[in-house]
Each structure stands twice: as structure tokens, then as C-alpha cells.
């Protein structure tokens, strides 16, 4: 069965169904949502038999397989997934079918075509599962800059309050970030010898300053994408004006992306230039948790204070990989996985209580669990995962980066740990004033908010619901597939986890 | 008086030339001889046949390697850049043909009447179009199939004579805003004599510097410079000023700053179609000499042309990005892009080796299909007045016709150089040669022009996309076959080369060596 390829056909399946949903007739907008998520749902199943043929002991990386493209230039359809990947292609096929089944009205509000909608969400899938199945550094930086193309058609065409101008934004700043990562990928296709296999390119010695320089345009291009401050100011309003659904994979995956080719890219590529710009990127994560999170306390629009959230927690999984020992990268890793989970079910649901209020104002809120019990409670638990409660997956993964950066960089994990602080702030005021409280009278005015959740919106949130307090208690499933892939990258790098001596041990656990 | 003999010629190779200026001359005989109403059904497939012919003769002379006339180098480059020509300029004669769209094609009858005329408004309204336009494109691409084969400068100005002529005329050719058009022509026709004068200057400048080469005779054949390059004991300074006059010339005509200014007048005011022809065509004879001139002859003084023409190629890219965002009118816009895409082949044509020519020569007919696309979307987006080019125009299109809107978002993104379209992977073509000459600079200034270029392109896009239709959105013809070939050829090269550029890469790289 391992002989099967299944990082092509991934790829490829939800790019064909995109196609056929496209052809649909703009006049059955059911039937375009039923074939999206039938196929969907058939990527998932395909995911999960892929998951379920990983051999954990295994190579680093499977499932591999190359086909020639460009031969004049070395350029190879070449798919492969190490723990890392794999792990983000779970995430990716289980949020897309969650994401099409809840943005089922979405669409509908726009006054655009609905078949065209969700076609845009499977290219965006294909483009995703591209990007983290790609072995060949060509093919990255193709699906890295073609997954721009639907993003910015789901935010423009049917996004909410200045959608224009947050798709335009949120366009440049990636291309600009794309095309510093082209000059990169050229610069280091020269000097790696006219190649782009990823394990040829990860052997060959670039002088010092050369790499250095190649580093710099990948980590920029990441950096921004992740995103890190001060390359950050896209997300908020992208995510403010993007529709629920496609701000769900904005943020859950799409920005995972740039965390992921650091992994991959930065650090095994050009390990001596990591560690040279390490304590530099170290601050800027550290800058993000602490700034994005006293912005997400004074934010007033829940899109917006959702999306400054994720811009802290992307500082955490920026500690946890340039801390670079084994349990911070695994931590920042799951870290991955467990905010794409968190984040996405709190983008989801911020979208059913837009839906609902029509207004995405917190102002506009107040007191909303007496009328909506259900929907304020899944609220509730999605702002706890986000500030990472003990039991729920966010903290195992935010518990690993802390301990596996106080074991080699004390001041750092210190700081780090402020942001635990200002999280619980934000996300208890946040949920104290739209849902807690006394009631706002003009919420009984208005007939969304008299509806609680459906049997759609239930099938929404219970498996992510599911996951995440799974994944609180019981972690080691995804933590044996992640933590070989750690530990190679970390070896590519060169640095060894220090010794732990007790008395450390002691004192991060206190 | 010493005998005079006729040197040995190769009728095969140069076999594309003589069919594509026979069929010239034939078309003004039709012009002459036939009936009105019959001109057009007869002129459009012969300059089709001609061309179809001409391109069979290039794909016969593949393997030949010679000089032949003397003058004349059939080579790798050559049979290339001339295959290039050919088949865009079968697309261009495409778009040119077209009737459909509105009565008598984007052509005016009588281009000596007045304009704004009541008798010009008339015919603007009723009359046919002018048959002469076959002729005329057929002289040019005939002109420009010399031009790139030319192996002294010598034939190169006659050859640049004989392209640049009827382009001038053909662009005070527009049916409607006739005193933009013959202004346009007239720009073009003064700068355009400019630059000639300055190329014929350059020329007599090199062969005083070949003089100095004892028993050598000296000439302006590119192997006679080569050799003076290497080893004349003229002054350097005849070289210099020689090289760098021909250069004005050339890249005057490639729409390089700081010789550029003409482009967007020309473009805006040209015939749609027929500023498509002089993007695609004109570019690929442009800079196929620019690369004959600067491998064959100069190749010697690379280390003293490189820093000039460097600093040129920064300058066009700046120049085309940072214009290109203010423009307001769509074909202007594209003009200024065509600008900062001289830049980027420049980038090629200095990158070093065979591999900086077979990318430059790759670049240049992707480039050349894409924009053709583009300008035949142009000619389609119209009202009352004609073609509708200012840009707030365009707000709302993709409501209007989704379709359009979607193939002009498609040339677009090739424009950005987004994977997937012929344009990255032209990009990834002169900037990997670059890189790997040790030009990071031209490079670097490369990818920071792309990201200021993004935005233009982006704007039209929102345009159509994100604006509401207003009352003004004018309505897309629904096109006649001629154009919507043209504009399916056009995409899907764009297509096609981004995806599966192998086999054109694999031929550029054949072909990317001079005979000298």
C-alpha cells in the first residue's frame, strides 16, 4: 500500500474536484455545496489511510515519489512528507471539510456565484496540501505563490467590511515575500548545482555570507506569511475581512506555512545562518507574543482580535523553533497542529455569532449566552484552548516550547510566559463581554441571535471539539510522528539538546 | 576597375525572407488590382500563407549552420528569433484581420483626411477599413526577419529601415482618436529617424576603428569587429562611442529608458492590434539584434559594455515599474510594462554564455504571446466611441463579462510573474543566467521592480473584480473568430509554457549558438 502515491493524488484530487464543482450551474448552489463536501470528505479519507500507512520508526521522509517537469533546469514533481508534513496535511484534510460545511450559507450573501465559492476553497486545499507535500524547493515556491490566487478571491470577492483592501494587502505583502524568496531559490539553485531536490540542496556547503543571504530571503518570505512582527499588519485586517470559513484556513493553515518552511527550509538548508540570526528572530517572536497580545486586549471587532491571538501564538511556535532543542520544536510543531485546531474552531465560531448578530462589533454584543446557550458554551471552550487550559491540546504544545527553551535560554522563556498571562486577559474579557454579562436589549430585536447552534453547526464544532481535549490528554499519536522530524531537523542544524540535569527540570515544572 | 562577383547564395536559407517580401509586393498588387470588396478576403490569407509558408522554410533550414550573401547568418539564434516572429506576427495578422468587431476593422480608410472632420467622422462610421495594413505588416515582419539574421550593421540599418517604415505608417492607421494616432506616428516617425541617424553614426565610428588592423580589410561585418576588438590599434575611444551609439539605436528601438519616451504615446495611439504586433514582433527583432550585436561582435569588450548596459537595464525596469503604477489608461500601462520588460530581457541579453541567450530568446516568446493576449482583450472591451482604455472604465468587468475578465486576470498574473504562467518561469530564465554571470545586482534590481510592478497589475484586477459595475462599464463585444483565435493562442501559450516549458526551453537551448 506504502507504493500507492499518495502525496500526488492528495494534491491533485481536490483541484480536480474544483474543477468539476466550478462547472456546475450557478443555479444549484446546493448541489455545488454537496459535491465540495462529499469531496472533501473523500481527500480526508484518503489522508487518514495515508496516516495510517506511516510507519513511525520508518525513514524520515515517505511516501516518496518524482517525476521529471523542467529537466533542463533539474526541476522535479517531487513529493515527499517527513512527520512534520504529514501532520499538516491531517490538519489541512480535516479543517477543509469542516470549513466547507460551515460556511454553507456564506456565500450566499455576497451576491456572487456560490459554486465559484467553494471551488476557490478546493483550489486552496490543493494548493495547501502542495506546498507541505513538496520535496522539490521549484515546486514549493510554485504552490507557495499560486495558493496567493484563491486566497485573495475568497477574501476580495466575498469577504466582509473592506474587503478590497485587506485582499490587496494581503496579495502584496506575500508577493513581496514571495519574490525575496525567489531571488533566494535562484540564488540557491546556482550555488547548490543547478538542482532543486531538497535532500541534494540540504548536503551542499554555501560559503557563510552567501547563505547567509539565501536565509535571509526564505526567512523573510516566511516571516511574513507566519506572520512575525513586524510583518504582520495583513493578518488582522485579511482576517477581519476575510468570511469565516476562509479565515478559519487563513489562519489555521495557510500561515502555517511560512512556520513549516523555516522548519524545512531555513534551518536544514542553511543550519550556520540559523544559529547566526537565531537571537534576532528569538526577539521578534518574543516582540510578537507580548505586542500582538496587549493588541488583541484593545481590539473591538472579534475577527480582528482573533487574528492578533494567532499573531501571539505565532510568536510561541517562533520561540519553540529557535530555541532548537528537540522538545521546543516538537512543542512548536504540535504547536502547529493544536492552533490550527484551537484557532480554527474559534473562527468558525466567531463566524456563527457574526452570522447571527450581522455585526462583528464585541460592543455589539453583551450577555449572549442567555440567549444562545449552546453556541456562547462552544465560544467559551474555544477561548480556553486559545489561551491554552491545561486539558486542552494548546497547552500541552505551549508547555513543551516553555520547558525546552528554559533548559538552554532562561530570560527568553521567561518572557515567553508573560504571554500566557495577557492571553488569559484577552480571551476572558473577550468572552465576559460578548457572551457574559447583562443581557444587550438589542440582541432580543434581532431574530439570528434566537436560534442556537443547528445540527450543522454541531456537526461543525464536535470534532474539533473532540481533538482538541483528545489531543489534551493523550498527545503521543501525533507526538511519535512529529518527534523524529524534530529530531533530524535539530541534528541538520547541529545543535544536541543539552543534558537535563535535575534541578532545571525542577524549577520549569514549579 | 576590379571585377565584381557576385557572392554564393544560399536560396534555401534565406528562403523566409523571400517568401515573406514576395508575398509583400503581391499584396500591393492586389491592393492595385483587385476589387474592393475583394481586397480583404484575399490579402488576409495571403499574408497567413506567406507567413505559414515562410515558418515551413525555417523548420526545413532547422540544422543550417552558414553565412550566406555574406551578410546574411542562418544560425541557431537566427531560425529561432525568426520562428518567433513569424508565428506572433501570424497572431498579430490574426487580430489585425478582424471585421467582426466593428465595420471595416481597427483601420481607417483614408488616413489623409482631415481628422475630427465632418468627412472623417463619416468614414470613421461607414467606410471600410484600409487594405494597404497587409502589405504593411508583411514588409515589417520581412524587415525584421532580416534584421535579426543581419551579420553586418550594414544590413542590419537597411534591414531596421525596412521594419520601421511601414510601423510608422501603420500607426497613424487608427480608425477612431485619429489625431492621437497620427500623433503617435508622427513621435514615432521623428524619434524613430533619431535613432536611426544615431545607429548609422555608430556604424561608420566602427568601421574607422577596424581600419587599424594592418593587412586586414577593414568592414562592419560582426566577424571584422570581433577580430578589431581583439587586436586594432585604432584608438578604443572609436569603439566606444561606435559601440555605444549602435546601442542607442537598438535599444531605442527595444523601448530601453532612457530611450523609451516614445513607447507609451505610440502604444496608446496605435491600432490596438497593431501596438500588440510592435510589443510582440518588434521586441523579438529588437532584441534578437541587441544579442547578435553583443555576443558576436562585442562579445570581446564585455567587461566595457556590461556596467553601461547594467546601469541601462536598472533604469528600465525602474522607469517601466514606478510609471506603470500611475497610469490610468490601459494601454498606456501596458506600454510601461512592456518598458520594465525590456529591463528584464536586458537582464538576459547581459548574462553571460549560452544560457543567458536561449533564456533571453525563451522570454521573448512567452512575453511576445502574452501581450498579444492582452491587447486582444483591449480591442474587445468597448462602447459607442470604440475601444473604452481608460481604467476606471474597466471597474466592474468581471460582472459584466466574466469570462474576459477572467483571461485578462490570467494575462495579468503571467505579467506578475506568478508560477504557473509563462511569466515566472521567463523570469526564472534571464534571472538564473544572471545569477549564475555574477550579476546579483541585476537581479536584485529585478525582484524589487517585480514587487512595485505587482501593484499596477493588481489594480486592474480589483478593477474588475471588487468595484461594482457602474453606468459607464461599457459592455465586451462578443468577438469575431479572428480574435478570439488570436486570444486563445495567446493564453494558452501562456499557459502552456508555464506549465510544460521543456520543449521550448530544450529548443532555445539548442539553438543558442552564433555562427561567426
Known amino acids: 500500500m506504502s507504493d500507492f502515491p499518495f502525496l500526488s493524488v492528495l494534491t491533485a484530487a481536490p483541484l480536480v474536484g474544483a474543477v468539476v464543482v466550478a462547472l456546475l450551474p450557478r443555479s444549484r448552489p446546493t448541489l455545488a455545496k454537496q459535491v465540495a463536501l462529499g469531496w472533501s470528505l473523500l481527500v480526508l479519507a484518503l489522508s487518514v489511510v495515508m496516516w495510517v500507512t506511516w510507519q513511525v520508526d520508518g525513514h524520515r521522509f515517505q511516501f516518496r515519489e518524482s517525476y521529471p517537469w523542467i529537466p533542463n533546469w533539474g526541476v522535479n514533481f517531487t513529493f515527499a512528507a517527513d512527520g512534520i508534513a504529514l501532520v499538516m496535511l491531517m490538519l489541512i484534510a480535516v479543517l477543509v471539510p469542516l470549513v466547507i460545511l460551515a460556511s454553507w450559507h456564506d456565500a450566499e450573501s455576497s451576491k456572487r456565484s456560490v459554486p465559484t465559492y467553494f471551488a476557490l476553497l478546493l483550489v486552496l486545499e490543493c494548493t495547501m496540501l502542495g506546498v507541505f507535500a513538496a520535496a522539490d524547493v521549484f515546486l514549493f515556491y510554485v504552490f507557495f505563490e499560486v495558493m496567493l490566487v484563491p486566497m485573495y478571491f475568497l477574501i476580495g470577492s466575498y469577504g466582509g467590511h473592506q474587503r478590497q483592501y485587506a485582499a490587496v494587502k494581503f496579495f502584496l505583502y506575500s508577493l513581496v515575500g514571495g519574490l525575496f524568496m525567489l531571488a533566494a531559490v535562484i540564488g540557491l539553485w546556482v550555488l547548490g548545482g543547478k538542482t532543486f531536490d531538497w535532500v541534494a540542496l540540504s548536503q551542499v556547503d554555501i560559503s557563510t555570507g552567501a547563505e547567509r543571504w539565501l536565509f535571509l530571503g526564505f526567512f523573510v518570505a516566511f516571516a511574513i506569511k507566519a506572520p512575525f512582527f513586524p510583518f504582520h499588519t ?95 520544536g516538537t512543542g512548536a510543531v504540535l504547536y502547529m497542529l493544536n492552533h490550527g485546531l484551537a484557532t480554527g474552531l474559534l473562527f468558525l465560531v466567531v463566524g456563527m455569532l457574526v452570522a447571527r448578530r450581522g455585526s462583528a462589533l464585541v460592543s455589539d454584543f453583551g450577555g449572549a449566552g442567555k440567549l444562545v446557550p449552546v453556541l456562547a458554551g462552544v465560544f467559551f471552550f474555544a477561548g480556553l484552548a486559545s489561551l491554552a487550559l491545561p486539558g486542552t491540546a494548546p497547552f500541552v504544545s505551549e508547555f513543551l516550547v516553555l520547558i525546552g527553551t528554559f533548559t538552554v535560554n532562561k530570560p527568553v522563556a521567561v518572557i515567553a510566559t508573560l504571554g500566557i498571562i495577557l492571553a488569559a486577559a484577552y480571551v476572558l474579557w473577550m468572552v465576559q463581554r460578548t457572551t457574559q454579562g447583562t443581557l444587550n436589549p438589542a440582541l432580543t430585536e434581532i431574530d439570528g441571535m434566537k436560534r442556537d447552534l443547528n445540527l450543522r453547526e454541531k456537526v461543525v464544532v464536535a470534532p474539533l471539539i473532540a481533538l482538541i481535549v483528545l489531543l489534551g490528554f493523550y498527545p503521543k499519536p501525533v507526538t511519535d510522528v512529529i518527534n523524529p522530524a524534530v529530531q533530524a531537523t535539530m541534528e541538520d542544524v547541529g545543535r544536541t539538546d543539552p543534558a537535563p540535569s535535575v534541578d532545571t527540570v525542577q524549577e520549569a515544572s514549579r | 576597375m576590379t571585377e565584381f562577383e557576385l557572392p554564393p547564395i544560399d536560396y534555401v536559407a534565406i528562403a523566409p525572407i523571400l517568401i515573406i517580401m514576395g508575398a509583400a509586393v503581391l499584396g500591393v498588387l492586389v491592393e492595385a488590382f483587385v476589387p474592393r470588396r475583394l481586397r480583404h478576403p484575399v490579402q488576409l490569407p495571403l499574408a497567413l500563407l506567406a507567413v505559414l509558408a515562410a515558418l515551413t522554410m525555417v523548420v526545413v533550414n532547422a540544422d543550417k549552420r552558414v553565412i550566406t550573401f555574406g551578410v546574411i547568418a542562418i544560425d541557431g539564434p537566427t531560425l529561432f528569433l525568426q520562428g518567433a516572429i513569424l508565428v506572433l506576427s501570424a497572431v498579430a495578422l490574426l487580430l489585425v484581420g478582424e471585421r467582426a468587431i466593428e465595420r471595416g476593422g481597427a483601420f481607417v480608410a483614408q488616413a489623409a483626411i482631415t481628422a475630427d472632420s465632418p468627412d472623417d467622422r463619416r468614414q470613421a462610421e461607414r467606410a471600410g477599413g484600409a487594405g494597404e495594413v497587409y502589405p504593411l505588416v508583411t514588409f515589417a515582419v520581412g524587415g525584421m526577419l532580416i534584421f535579426v539574421s543581419a551579420n553586418d550593421l550594414l544590413t542590419m540599418f537597411i534591414a531596421l529601415e525596412v521594419f520601421s517604415l511601414p510601423l510608422y505608417l501603420l500607426c497613424a492607421l487608427a480608425r477612431r482618436r485619429r489625431l492621437l494616432s497620427q500623433e503617435a506616428a508622427m513621435k514615432y516617425f521623428l524619434l524613430g529617424a533619431y535613432a536611426s541617424a544615431f545607429f548609422l553614426f555608430g556604424l561608420a565610428l566602427l568601421y574607422g576603428f577596424t581600419a587599424g588592423m594592418g593587412d586586414r580589410q577593414a568592414g562592419v561585418d560582426f566577424s571584422t569587429i570581433h577580430a578589431a576588438v581583439a587586436n586594432s590599434t585604432q584608438s578604443r575611444v572609436l569603439l566606444f562611442a561606435g559601440m555605444a551609439l549602435v546601442a542607442i539605436g537598438l535599444l531605442f528601438k527595444a523601448a530601453a529608458a532612457p530611450f523609451h519616451v516614445w513607447t507609451p504615446d505610440v502604444y496608446q495611439g496605435a491600432p490596438t492590434p497593431i501596438t500588440g504586433f510592435m510589443a510582440a ?234 555562427v561567426r
Open chain 2, 281 to 514: 514582433c518588434t521586441k523579438v527583432a529588437a532584441f534578437g539584434a541587441l544579442l547578435r550585436v553583443f555576443h558576436v561582435a562585442f562579445e570581446g569588450a564585455r567587461w566595457d559594455f556590461t556596467p553601461v548596459l547594467g546601469a541601462v537595464a536598472v533604469l528600465t525596469m525602474l522607469v517601466g515599474a514606478v510609471l506603470a503604477v500611475t497610469q490610468t489608461d490601459i494601454k498606456r500601462l501596458l506600454a510601461y510594462s512592456s518598458i520594465a520588460n525590456a529591463g528584464y530581457l536586458l537582464v538576459g541579453v547581459l548574462a553571460p554564455g549560452p544560457e543567458g541567450l536561449s533564456g533571453t530568446m525563451f522570454y521573448l516568446v512567452a512575453y511576445g504571446f502574452t501581450v498579444l493576449a492582452a491587447f486582444a482583450v483591449v480591442t474587445l472591451v468597448r462602447d459607442a466611441d470604440g475601444e473604452a482604455t481608460h481604467l476606471s472604465r474597466w471597474a466592474g468587468l468581471g460582472r459584466r463579462s466574466p469570462l474576459y475578465a477572467s483571461l485578462f486576470t490570467f494575462i495579468l498574473l503571467a505579467f506578475a510573474g506568478i508560477p504557473l504562467t509563462s511569466g515566472f518561469i521567463s523570469k526564472f530564465a534571464v534571472f538564473g543566467p544572471a545569477l549564475s554571470g555574477g550579476q546579483v545586482w541585476l537581479v536584485i534590481a529585478g525582484v524589487l521592480t517585480s514587487m512595485v510592478l505587482a501593484f499596477p497589475y493588481l489594480r486592474v484586477v480589483v478593477m474588475m473584480w471588487l468595484s461594482e459595475p457602474g453606468e459607464t462599464t461599457p459592455t465586451v463585444t462578443v468577438p469575431g473568430g479572428l480574435t478570439s483565435a488570436a486570444l486563445a493562442i495567446g493564453v494558452i501559450a501562456t499557459l502552456v509554457l508555464g506549465v510544460v516549458p521543456g520543449p521550448l526551453l530544450d529548443l532555445a537551448t539548442g539553438a543558442a549558438d552564433f
Open chain 1, 234 to 328: 495583513w493578518l488582522p485586517d485579511a482576517g477581519g475581512a476575510a468570511p469565516a470559513g476562509a479565515a478559519a484556513l487563513l489562519v489555521g493553515v495557510l500561515d502555517k506555512v511560512g512556520t513549516f518552511g523555516i522548519l524545512r527550509y531555513c534551518l536544514p538548508l542553511f543550519p550556520e545562518a540559523a544559529q547566526w540570526f537565531a537571537p534576532w528572530a528569538l526577539a521578534l517572536a518574543l516582540v510578537g507574543i507580548i505586542y500582538a497580545a496587549l493588541l488583541a486586549v484593545g481590539q473591538n471587532d472579534l475577527k480582528r482580535l482573533v487574528s492578533y491571538t494567532s499573531i501571539a501564538h505565532f510568536g510561541f511556535i517562533g520561540v519553540g523553533i529557535f530555541a532548537f532543542t528537540t522538545q521546543a
